[in-house]
Structures are given as structure tokens and as C-alpha cells.
């Protein structure tokens, strides 16, 4: 991993989070895409084991700064679904898009998921929103999938910018 590159890309990404996507959002809502999760996918499906770990759980981290849920909930739910695509990429097979855009969807819903029960342990009033806030976070894991190819086409121009393998990294040492 090339860490000043992750760095500029993961400045790149949160701007495109908090300024461009809120003002695109979709509905009274404001239903938007997760670009830092999607990054987050595609580095943990095409990183080695031991080198994508580190940068997923830091693109939580960084939601988690620029969101409202508990310090600590996005890196913690980035982190898991980041060691679970890197054990069962082999099974995803992730040289291909709608595998990758599947994973996407279902991580993201639960990514979400997870942040709300923490939310909801930490004392946050929202038991009572439950159906309005999931059916907004499945909407935006959709919307979050169908910008999977896109994502995924732009980081693997970036791949040697960002010390990534163009094929997906399945040794646990590092090696490609």
C-alpha cells in the first residue's frame, strides 16, 4: 500500500461523500451512496489479506468522524465485512462485477445494520424508525452497488498509484 496515495484518494473520497453526494441525494431523505465503502470493497477484494485490513478499517474510521454515529462503529463494521470479503473472495470470486456488486449490496445493508444496533445500545432514540431507516439504507445500498463498476473501473486505472493488484490478492503474505 502506498500510503501518501491512499491518503490523497481518501481525502479524494470523503470530499465526494460530505459535499458532492449530499447535495445529489436522493429523496426527502436525502438517500445517498457510500463511496468510502465502496472503496473500502474493492480494496479488500484486490488487496493481499494483511495489506487491506489496515486501510478498510481506516476508511471507517474516517465515517466515522464525518457522521454522527459512535466514534469507533463504522471502523468496527468496515473492519469485520473487510476480514470477511478477504477470507470468502476466493468463493465471491471477485475478478467479476456482479459478485463484487452483490457483496456490495448486502455488506453495506449491514454495515448499516450494525451501526444502528450500536446506535440503539449507546441510547440513541431511533427503535421507533426502524422500518423508515432500513428501507433508506437498503435504497442506498442499491444505489451504492450501482456504482460498483464505476468505482472499480477508476481504483484499477489507480492500481499501481495505490500499490493495489490488478488481480485479486488472494495471498495472505503479500505477494502477487
Known amino acids: 500500500m502506498r500510503w501518501f ?3 490523497i484518494l481518501l ?3 470523503i470530499v465526494l461523500q460530505t459535499g458532492v453526494a449530499r447535495i445529489f441525494g436522493l429523496g426527502p431523505q436525502r438517500i445517498m451512496p ?3 465503502l465502496l472503496v473500502m470493497v ?3 477484494f484486490r488487496g493481499a489479506r494483511d495489506q487491506a485490513l489496515l486501510p478498510c478499517w481506516i476508511l471507517g474510521l474516517v465515517k ?3 457522521s454522527a454515529a459512535p466514534l469507533g462503529s463504522y471502523a468496527l463494521a468496515f473492519g469485520l465485512l473487510a476480514l470477511t470479503i478477504t477470507y470468502l473472495r476466493e468463493l465471491l470470486y471477485g ?3 456482479l459478485p463484487m456488486m452483490l457483496t456490495v449490496l448486502v455488506g453495506s445493508f449491514l454495515v448499516e445494520q450494525m451501526v444502528y444496533l450500536l446506535c440503539v445500545i449507546k441510547g440513541a432514540p431511533l427503535a421507533d424508525q426502524y422500518g423508515r431507516l432500513s428501507l433508506g439504507m437498503l435504497f442506498s445500498a442499491g444505489l451504492t ?3 460498483l463498476p464505476y468505482g472499480h473501473g477508476l481504483l484499477m486505472k489507480l492500481h499501481r498509484w495505490l500499490g493495489l493488484s ?3 490478492g488472494y495471498q495472505t503474505n503479500g505477494g502477487y
Do not use: E, G, Y
Request: one cysteine or more; hydrophobic letters at 55%.
Open 5 to 7: 496515495n491512499f491518503t
Open 11 to 13: 481525502t479524494a473520497a
Open 34 to 36: 457510500d463511496l468510502l
Open 42 to 44: 474493492v480494496m479488500a
Open 64 to 66: 466515522d468522524l464525518s
Open 95 to 97: 475478478q467479476r462485477l
Open 145 to 147: 452497488a450501482a456504482l
Open 166 to 168: 490488478q488481480r485479486c
